[in-house]
């Protein structure tokens, strides 16, 4: 596997464990099984985590192959950059007008942003797991 499939694989992983968790924690807020204060400090927490997970492994992957992680991106690593982030763009694109359209709904503000959010999270995965594809299938 290559620097950037690897780098790929990390925030594919990190992405769908640690917003698995936080979404889960969002649904139990909205179901009224946990108070808001405990329930913004999980949130919060688990932010904290995927930003230091992301950090952790991407400097141990790149300790591990320095000088393929300070090789610039050849045509069709750049090429396979584009198509994943086009696919998540309209990805993220339909989401976000999903959630606008929650204020038809709900009307409350963090809801939606909850449901923004999860536009951008799956834009995300979706954008590494294309990004994984490309990579497997050797485009």
Do not use: C
């Not at 090429?79 to 709900?106: D, R, W, Y």
């Amino acid at each position: 596997m290559s620097f950037r499939e690897k780098s790929a694989w990390i925030s594919f992983v990190t992405i769908l464990l640690v917003f698995g968790a936080y979404f889960w924690n969002v649904a139990r807020i909205v179901g009224g099984n946990v108070g808001g204060h405990a329930g913004f400090v999980i949130s919060i927490s688990l932010i904290g985590a995927f930003i230091l997970l992301e950090i952790v492994l991407h400097i141990t992957l790149m300790l591990q192959s320095p000088e393929e992680a300070q090789a610039p991106k050849d045509e069709r690593e750049r090429l396979i950059e584009l198509k994943a982030t086009n696919v998540a763009f309209q990805v993220l694109m339909v989401g976000a007008l999903a959630g606008v359209g929650m204020m038809h709904i709900t009307r409350s503000v963090w809801v939606m942003g909850q449901h923004v959010l999860l536009a951008v999270v799956v834009a995300g995965l979706v954008r590494s797991g294309v990004q994984i594809l490309y990579f497997r299938r050797g485009v």
